[in-house]
Structure formats: C-alpha cells, structure tokens
C-alpha cells in the first residue's frame, strides 16, 4: 500500500510539473509566412534580414516562408483550401482587400494599432503616414491591412541632364508642353518616353489629368453612375485631347506606340528620352542600366489650370500585409508586424529596395527628395488609389472596359467624342447586366 502511494505521488508531481518545465523552457511557434515577391528580388533580401534580426531577439519564434511571387493569393488560397496553414501574407493592399478583407478572411488590426508600437514610445497607428492605412479598410472602416513599399507615380528624370540644359520642373501642364516644346526643338533628345505596350502605364496619364481637372474619385464617380450621364462631363473629353496632343506635337518618342515594356523606360537610362512617367518602381527596375553619373530627380503630375486637383491630392497605393483570422500565432505575427514597422527596419528597406516607407520618420531614397515625389506624397492632404481605384473596387470593368478603352483613345484609335460616347454606352451596359 505504501508503495502504491509513492508511485502514485510521484505521478502526481510529474503531472504538475512538467507543464510548467515545458513553459519556462520556451515552446517554439512558427509563423507561416507567404510572399509576393520572388527569392531574387530585393524585398526578399529585405524580409530575410528582417526575420533573422526577429528570430535573434526572439529565439523561440521560426518561420516558415514561401516566396510565391505576383500570384501569391490564387496559390495560398488553394494550399489553404488542402488544409495548409498560413498566418501571414504579403501583397498588393488592392489585391488583399478584395480577396481576403471583405471575404471575412483576413484579421482585424484596430486593437493592436490603438496599442503601443514596438517600442513602446506611442500607439501604433500614429507610425505611419496619415490617411494611409484607411485607403484599402474594410467597408466597416476597420482596419485590417499593414502597409510596406508605397508607391505613386510622377516624371523621372535625370537631374544631371536638366541641370546642363537649364531645364526647371514644370509646375502646370502649360508650363510641361513648353518645357516639351523647349527639348523638342531645341535639342535631339526625346521630351518623353513610355511604354505604349502597357494598358496600367498608359491610364497614368488619364487618371493622373482628371485628378488634377476633377480631383480624386471622377472616374470612380463616372463608373458608378447606372445612367451613365457622368461620362458626359467636358474633362473625360478634355483629358483624352490632353493625351493624344502629346502624340500630336511628337512629345513622344517616335516608335513609342509599338514599345514593349521595357523598350521606352531604357530610352531614358540611355540619356534618349528626358523623361518618362511611370511608378515609383522605376529607379530600382533601372538602377543597373543607367551610367554612374545618373542623379535620378522626380516630380509630380503638374497641375491644371482652373482644375480642382493640387498637388495636395498624390496618388498613393501599397503593398501590405495581412494575418488571416484563424491565424494560431496572431499575437506574434502582431509583434513581428510592429518590429518591421519600427523607423530602422524601414530604412533598410529604403536603402535596399528604393521604395518609399509608409512610416513617419524613415528616411527616403535620394530620387524622392526636394521636389521629388516622397516629399510630395509626405505633404499630401488627400491620398487617392492608383487607377482611382477602380482596380480594387471594379477589377473586371477596369479591365475590360475602362483600360480596353482608353488604351484605344490614347493610341488614337478613337476620336476624344467616340471614347466618352463608347465609355457612356459600355457603363449603362455593364451595370444592367450586374
């Protein structure tokens, strides 16, 4: 009986005593991690160091990590759907929040951003840049999406180059067509090169003129009216006359309608082209080709007179994170999100991939200074989505009516009259048959 006891008492104890042996020891968690970038690409140099810098201050955190690159969400929802646990994910915030935000399937941020940042110094939600985070909420204005790599888009150009011509930086679009007319005939060199070949290139310029003619939302506004009597407002027309006069007066590079990306962004490496439009990808996509004395300049679409729009209004959009809801380790990818937030781990993003931070704080790339674009977007009062959001919130009217169409026009397929009449006439369509 006295032995019965004594074993019985020493299951006991072991009974209590393991757990809390197991707890003190540290169990490992691990964060499954997919990517939207490709492992040679430099934001997966980026989230490497950034996980290994984590894994050292936490050593009972592991990751597992899938760089699946542009398709990441098709590929983990299926791997999701055979059962295959993933806590985290990265994307563009557009993509995420048609896919994951408004299906239920992504976490909600709020209580973590009302906390302190990583370290500890105010909530998180005031790290970053105001506005932001709000672009791609959920239709309950929740927040559940972590910005990293902002972008907009602007003029890039090389500082070197304008500085031994005298050229300055146009500040309305009468004061562009001079500066182009100025390059045209006064020099051999192209005023503007662009890769015709790329409809989502191409409707910068649409969307970045009614901007500036109608400010933020027209083209969204034009879309959702059922009647279509929207598309009748003189800027639609305005701003394809305003495009295909480029083409007109030869502001563009000759040959340019036939360019396939990236023919035309490698005219102005070459020093062939003066400037070229585009997104604030195209420093780190040229970085290898341009000479060593390249000094990259940017600047933001100019204003027009008697337009609403001002340079207060910059396009802004981004890459984000998002934890999924039925995520086992939310708090420590909660954590992890708060330390790749912090000003240090952005600037070694800045500095390794040339994007733009959504932090307060962090440095930016050298091309976005002074009257560059990071500066602009930094003191912007009214941020707006890239394609006026139409990418987001209408994908398939996006792409097969609004881009199908403008990309006629501004090739000059179609008179300015034949596109509002074409853009009146799909609108009413496409919402009849919604």
């Not at 542009?70 to 999701?80: A, N, Q």
């Not at 909530?123 to 709000?134: A, C, D, K, M, V």
């Not at 991939?353 to 959504?358: I, T």
Request: with cysteine; glycine share 8%.
């Amino acid at each position: 009986m006295k032995r019965l006891l004594f074993w019985l008492a020493i299951i006991l104890f072991c009974i209590s005593v393991i757990p809390i042996i197991g707890t003190a020891s540290g169990e490992t968690k691990t964060i499954v991690l997919w990517s939207m970038v490709n492992e040679p690409e430099p934001f997966a140099t980026v989230q490497k160091k950034w996980i290994e810098d984590y894994k050292e201050i936490n050593p009972d955190i592991d990751f597992e990590v899938v760089f699946a690159g542009r398709e990441v969400v098709t590929k983990v929802m299926v791997s999701r759907g055979a059962g295959v646990t993933i806590d985290l994910i990265n994307m563009e915030g557009f993509v995420l929040r048609g896919a994951l935000v408004i299906e239920g399937i992504s976490s909600a941020l709020d209580n973590a951003l009302d906390k302190p940042d990583y370290k500890g110094e105010k909530p998180w939600r005031e790290s970053f840049i105001p506005g932001i985070l709000e672009q791609y909420a959920a239709d309950d204005g929740t927040i559940h999406l972590i910005p990293f790599g902002v972008h907009t888009s602007g003029f890039f150009y090389d500082k070197k180059m304008w500085q031994e011509h005298g050229w300055k930086v146009p500040k309305t679009w009468d004061e562009f067509l001079e500066l182009c007319e100025t390059i045209k005939t006064t020099t051999d060199i192209a005023p503007i090169t662009h890769d015709c070949g790329v409809d989502f290139y191409n409707d910068i310029w649409n969307y970045q003129i009614m901007a500036r003619l109608k400010g933020p939302g027209a083209i969204m506004a034009a879309v959702e009216d059922k009647t279509g009597e929207s598309w009748d407002d003189p800027a639609f027309k305005r701003a394809i006359e305003m495009e295909q006069e480029l083409f007109d007066k030869g502001y563009i590079i000759e040959g340019a309608k036939g360019f396939t990306w990236p023919a035309g962004q490698g005219f102005l490496a070459s020093g062939e082209a003066a400037m070229n439009l585009n997104g604030t990808w195209l420093p780190n996509e040229l970085k290898h080709q341009v000479d060593e004395d390249f000094e990259w300049g940017s600047f933001p679409f100019p204003e027009v007179v008697g337009g609403v729009g001002t340079f207060k209004d910059m396009e802004s959009s981004w890459n984000g994170w998002a934890v999924f809801a039925d995520s086992e380790v939310s708090d420590e990818v909660v954590d992890f999100l708060k330390f790749v937030t912090t000003v240090d781990n952005q600037e070694f993003m800045v500095e390794t991939s040339w994007n733009l931070s959504p932090i307060l704080g962090a440095d930016m790339p050298d091309w976005s200074l002074g009257e560059g674009l990071g500066q602009a977007l930094a003191q912007a009062e009214n941020l707006f989505d890239r394609h006026d959001g139409l990418a987001g919130r209408y994908p398939e009217y996006y792409k097969n009516i609004y881009l199908k169409n403008h990309d006629r026009a501004f090739l000059g397929e179609i008179t300015p009259e034949e596109y509002v009449q074409i853009m009146k006439e799909e609108t009413i369509k496409y919402w009849e048959e919604r």
